[in-house]
């Protein structure tokens, strides 16, 4: 039966061969609670820990090491936005995904700029979180829609700095790579547009993530909206 499994579900286990520890950030009980016990509902799924303000935050992710944080913004001590920037240079490989009540236009640019690699309201739906989260691990970002347009507008005015810094950066095939996930295209449908293979879109993705300096998709369509691309 193991092999069956294997065989028809190579990708699927490939990718959750382990655990994903998620660790919870937020300063109502009710709501670490609530989180807690819907995402251990997921076999994949293993919440490490729960903080509830930014500073403990960063002290369980030293301890705990998770995957992935599920950050609120607006907590008393260490806010998310803080708490997230400090994270992020001190582990870089922990992912952080903004879950929270406020789309002011400063917190959501904020956070995003802080690493955050993205930002859902706490109305989303219990399993666009899951697919959030799932998608976050995999290197995709995740916006809530309700707020999408003014994170494009906020960075788009803050726009200061010509696409030649870009150009002399990055090939014309990573440019138009870069282009498509300043849209919010997945791999796939990059493959699909630009007629490449998914293969070789990913190695376009890490080679633009790192001549840009940056540690996910999210941060790359920031710079590029910020070029004007």
């Known amino acids: 039966m193991d092999g069956g499994q294997v065989n028809g579900q190579r ?66 001590i260490m806010n998310g936005i803080e708490a997230t920037r400090e994270i992020r240079t001190k582990f870089p490989n922990i992912k952080i995904l903004v879950l929270t009540t406020y789309d002011d236009d400063e917190w959501v640019f904020d956070a995003i700029r802080a690493g955050a690699s993205g930002y859902l309201l706490k109305d989303t739906s219990r399993q666009k979180i899951v697919e959030a989260i799932r998608g976050t691990m995999d290197g995709k970002s995740f916006v809530d829609p309700a707020i999408a ?42 493959a699909a547009q630009l007629h490449l293979s998914e293969g070789t879109v990913r190695n376009h993705v890490s080679a633009i993530l790192e001549k840009l300096n940056v540690s996910d998709r999210t941060q790359a369509a920031v710079i590029a909206i910020q070029h004007g691309l």
Not at 24 to 45: S, T, W
Not at 162 to 188: F, H, Q, W
Request: hydrophobic share 45%.
């Open 11 to 76: 990708s699927i286990v490939h990718r959750r061969e382990s655990t994903m520890k998620i660790l919870l950030c937020d300063d109502q009980a009710v709501i670490r609670d609530g989180l807690e016990m819907l995402l251990n509902l997921e076999k994949d799924f293993q919440v490490v820990g729960a903080a509830q303000d930014g500073a403990e935050a960063i002290e369980l992710a030293a301890q705990k090491q998770p995957d992935l944080i599920l950050m609120d913004l607006k907590m008393p």
């Open 149 to 190: 347009g003014k994170l494009l507008n906020q960075v788009a005015s803050k726009q200061t700095q010509p696409t030649s810094i870009l150009t002399d950066k990055l090939t014309e095939r990573e440019l138009d790579v870069l282009r498509l996930i300043a849209k919010g295209i997945n791999n796939s449908e990059i």
